[in-house]
Each structure stands twice: as C-alpha cells, then as structure tokens.
C-alpha cells in the first residue's frame, strides 16, 4: 500500500493538506490510491535541524507504537514510513473530538468503547499519555472512536523498574482519566460519584508521581 509515494508528493493544491508544517508542528496531508486515502503525517517539510533530530525521533516512536497496537479496531493502521520522516497512516473517515460538545453531544456507547480501547491499549503494553488532547481522539463516522497521535506514548517495557513503574501506572490511569475529562463535557450527568471522586482525589504519593510527571513533560515539551 502506497508504496511509490514519495514525501515529493506533497500536494501543492490545498486541498490535500489538512495542515500546513509550523516550526514544532508536522505537515498533515491527505493521499489516495486506487480509492484508499491515507494521512500523511510528515516532518520533512520543517527545518533541517528539527526534523533530523526531533522530528526523526517522533516518527521512530510513533512508529513503534502503531506496531505494537497493530490489528486493534480503535487504532489506524500504519501503512507504512517514508524516509524516517513521515508516517503514512489509514484515513479514518469521521472527525477529531475538539469543541465537538458545542455541536452534538458524545452517546453513552461511546464512552463504553473508549474504556474497553484503551484497556486493550494498556494489554498491550502501552500507555497513550496525550489522552486529554481531544484532537487525538477521533469519532468515525461509525460512531466509534479511534485513538491516534502515539508519539508520546510510553512502553511498559521501558518503564518497569520503579519509580518508573509507579510513572507509568499514573499514566495509564491519565488515560482513563482523559475519558472522565470528556464526560464531564459530554454528559457530566452519567458520571458516578465514585468516578468523581477517583478523578479529583490525589494521594501524596500521587501528587508527588504527578510532580515529576509534569516536569518531565515541561522538559520534553521544551525540547520540542
Ligand atoms: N489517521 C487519521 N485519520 C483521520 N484524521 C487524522 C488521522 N491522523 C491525523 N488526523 C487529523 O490530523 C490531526 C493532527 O494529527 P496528529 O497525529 O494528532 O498530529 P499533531 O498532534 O502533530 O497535530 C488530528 O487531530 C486529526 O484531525
Ligand atoms: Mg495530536
């Protein structure tokens, strides 16, 4: 699939560019083939030095992420990666899920699908950890939802020797907290009080996990 499409391809006609490149930003684009389109994410059109190191090192991650979720239903697949630089991913025909509220309001079967998404996500060692973004969520136009954007996703693998491990519980959890996030925007009526409570409380122990959470991601976000 897509397998002479060159990053030169770059559609010079709006129309096939969802989203032009910014300096920290890839370009999005929109290819097809024999009926099939695929997104385009691509760094090639950012600034050398960005995309030979960060951009480079976003692709290799997402990558590694869409490999490992291959074959669940909630996650494009991954067609395939050209030059280190872009990704080239199936299209999923539907919309991103920011200031969706204003327009119409997301089902209770929805939500249920989420959960059971990115609890099969976790089984396969993978915390999202960009969750709360609501452009990272995709409602397709089969009213189910679809996960995308796994650049910082984060592997149990790499985070197993605690304090990481405590991290990567936390991040999981963030996960399952991004979907309370949205319900509280969607429906705040259906949520339980124990829901509630699980969202708003924080131990010490957490607090502390959170801490160095957020630096670490102020420092990587920085670094981006
Ligand atoms: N596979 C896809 N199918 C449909 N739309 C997509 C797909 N991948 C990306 N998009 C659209 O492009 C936007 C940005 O993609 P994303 O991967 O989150 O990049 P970034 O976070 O760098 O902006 C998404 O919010 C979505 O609207
Ligand atoms: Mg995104």
């Not at 030979?52 to 976003?58: H, P, V, Y």
Request: hydrophobic share 40%; with cysteine; net charge positive.
């Amino acid at each position: 699939m897509f397998d002479t499409l060159k990053l030169s391809d770059y559609p010079t006609k709006n129309s096939g560019i969802l989203r032009a490149s910014s300096s920290t930003r890839p370009a999005i684009w929109i290819v097809e083939e024999n009926g099939v389109r695929a997104v385009v994410k691509d760094f090639s059109k950012n600034k050398l030095f960005f995309r030979n190191t960060i951009g480079r090192f976003l692709i290799w991650r997402e990558r590694k992420a869409y490999r490992k979720l291959r074959g669940i239903s909630g996650v494009p697949l991954l067609y395939r990666v050209i030059d280190g630089l872009a990704l080239v991913t199936e299209e999923i025909p539907g919309r991103n899920l920011e200031n969706l509220e204003k327009e119409m309001k997301l089902p209770d079967a929805f939500f249920e699908a989420m959960k059971k998404l990115v609890t099969h996500i976790h089984d396969k060692g993978l915390a999202h950890c960009d969750l709360k973004r609501a452009p990272n969520t995709l409602l397709g136009d089969n009213g189910l939802p679809y996960i995308i954007d796994w650049a910082a996703s984060i592997s149990e693998k790499e985070f197993m020797i605690p304090p990481l491990s405590l991290i990567y519980r936390r991040f999981k959890l963030d996960d399952h907290m991004a979907i309370t996030k949205l319900k509280l925007r969607h429906s705040p009526e259906t949520i339980s009080r124990e829901e509630i409570s699980r969202y708003n409380y924080r131990s010490w122990g957490e607090r502390l996990i959170r801490a160095i959470r957020d630096r670490l991601r102020e420092v990587l976000q920085k670094a981006v």
